[in-house]
């Protein structure tokens, strides 16, 4: 069974940074596309940052320069480190992985449950 869990979310004042985590099976770490993505209340899930079994990252244009993807092969793990942190970027931030190179959300075939973030002004 594939298992996609993220951690590390929390309450943090605006500018301050957090640390998101997600840990995944190891029979998909190796070779899938990996990414987070954020659906704040009332809105659509949206595109926050990706990275590739090949470690090619990508970023939404709203936190480049704020927020940076990195996994770590050996302990099947990627995280996101978030500084400057913003009042808009409070959400509901998922882990998911994908076979497939892309960054559409339809196109991941495997969710975490979510961790929530929130930035207070």
């Known amino acids: 069974q594939v298992r996609v869990v993220e951690s590390g979310g929390g309450l943090v004042q605006s500018g301050g940074s957090l640390r998101l985590s997600c840990a995944a099976s190891?029979?998909?770490?190796?070779?899938?596309?990996m990414g987070w993505f954020r659906q704040a209340s009332g809105k659509e899930r949206e595109f926050v940052a990706a990275?590739?079994?090949?470690?090619?990252?990508y970023y939404a244009d709203s936190v480049k320069g704020r927020f940076t993807i990195s996994r770590d092969n050996a302990k099947n793990t990627i995280y996101l480190q978030m500084n400057s942190l913003k009042p808009e970027d409070t959400a509901l931030y998922y882990c998911?992985?994908?076979?497939?190179?892309?960054?559409?959300?339809?196109?991941?075939?495997?969710w975490g449950q979510g961790t929530q973030v929130t930035v207070s002004s």
């Open positions: 998911a992985a994908s076979a497939r190179l892309t960054l559409a959300p339809r196109e991941y075939n495997y």
């Open positions: 990275i590739s079994w090949s470690s090619n990252i």
């Open positions: 190891g029979s998909i770490f190796s070779s899938y596309t």
